[in-house]
């Protein structure tokens, strides 16, 4: 094994420790593992350094972690779709690109960003993973509502669901419906508000967070509403009315 082969594996190994060290810290149910192979749906192995798998509000998520420790080169943009195709091709992936030393280049830090996939440096991570359980919930542009959307601030800096909805939730049962909403209330600032889809995961998430008393959740009223005249009702739900719309 050379030299950088070997200082690979022991950055590798440190951030395996890390993540257990987190997992117990936190109370979670986790398995965090090191040169994981994970079957792809063409058929081939798709190797992993870390795979950190979890269980959080009852859902079982899996992570994958890339871990470069370079001396000298930065982090290229190639290197984050290489790593995307292996995320895709395994399904139901999240990733996180960790780095000790080397810089990510503008590219990089843009094209993660673009296909979701977290990136921080070695000094950053005890500051980040503080927040990663919910971080994995904030949906993306590829998240489709199962079955409702929702309407937030457009901030790529939201790294947890609290911030994400503030201290309301406001939930549509289509995308038609906060699509002109949006249009109706912030004709000229519409660039500043998002439409989200609200994956099973993060409705349950706010179903407990209204149940902590931590979120308030209101649904569009489609009957009472007059969508011509830009009149729109909402009713205050609670979580337990949410739960009705889980699959599972």
Same mark, same amino acid.
């Given at each position: 094994?050379?030299?950088?082969?070997?200082?690979?594996?022991?950055?590798?190994?440190?951030?395996?420790?890390?993540?257990?060290?987190?997992?117990?810290?936190?109370?979670?149910?986790?398995?965090?593992?090191?040169?994981?192979?994970?079957?792809?749906?063409?058929?081939?192995?798709?190797?992993?350094?870390?795979?950190?798998?979890?269980?959080?509000?009852?859902?079982?998520?899996?992570?994958?972690?890339?871990?470069?420790?370079?001396?000298?080169?930065?982090?290229?943009? %190639?290197?984050?779709?290489?790593?995307?195709?292996?995320? $895709?091709?395994? !399904? *139901?992936?999240?990733?996180? =690109?960790? /780095? &000790?030393?080397?810089?990510?280049?503008?590219?990089?830090?843009?094209?993660?960003?673009?296909?979701?996939?977290?990136?921080?440096?070695?000094?950053?991570?005890?500051?980040?993973?503080?927040?990663?359980?919910?971080?994995?919930?904030?949906?993306?542009?590829?998240?489709?509502?199962?079955?409702?959307?929702?309407?937030? %601030?457009?901030?790529?800096?939201?790294?947890?669901?609290? $911030?994400?909805? !503030? *201290?309301?939730?406001?939930? =549509?049962? /289509? &995308?038609?419906?906060?699509?002109?909403?949006?249009?109706?209330?912030?004709?000229?600032?519409?660039?500043?508000?998002?439409?989200?889809?609200?994956?099973?995961?993060?409705?349950?998430?706010?179903?407990?967070?209204?149940?902590?008393?931590?979120?308030?959740?209101?649904?569009?009223?489609?009957?009472?509403?007059?969508?011509?005249?830009?009149?729109?009702?909402?009713?205050?739900? $609670?979580?337990?009315?949410?739960?009705?719309?889980?699959?599972?």
């Amino acid at each position: 094994m050379s030299e950088s082969q070997t200082k690979g594996r022991e950055f590798e190994i440190t951030i395996q420790k890390i993540y257990k060290m987190i997992a117990k810290n936190e109370r979670i149910n986790a398995s965090v593992t090191r040169d994981v192979k994970l079957k792809g749906r063409n058929g081939l192995d798709e190797q992993f350094d870390v795979v950190y798998e979890y269980e959080y509000f009852g859902n079982r998520y899996r992570v994958a972690i890339e871990c470069k420790n370079y001396e000298s080169k930065s982090i290229e943009k %190639a290197q984050m779709y290489v790593f995307e195709k292996k995320i $895709k091709n395994v !399904g *139901k992936l999240n990733g996180i =690109f960790i /780095s &000790k030393n080397a810089k990510f280049q503008s590219g990089a830090q843009t094209a993660a960003n673009d296909i979701g996939v977290k990136i921080i440096g070695l000094d950053d991570l005890d500051g980040y993973i503080s927040g990663i359980n919910e971080e994995f919930l904030i949906p993306n542009s590829e998240t489709i509502g199962e079955p409702f959307w929702s309407i937030v %601030a457009n901030d790529k800096h939201v790294n947890s669901v609290e $911030k994400l909805f !503030g *201290k309301t939730v406001f939930l =549509f049962e /289509s &995308k038609y419906f906060a699509e002109k909403y949006v249009e109706s209330l912030f004709p000229y600032t519409s660039e500043n508000i998002k439409i989200i889809g609200v994956s099973q995961e993060l409705l349950k998430l706010v179903k407990s967070m209204n149940d902590d008393d931590r979120i308030d959740i209101k649904m569009f009223d489609v009957i009472n509403s007059d969508l011509i005249k830009s009149d729109f009702c909402f009713k205050n739900i $609670k979580g337990e009315n949410v739960s009705v719309y889980f699959w599972e």
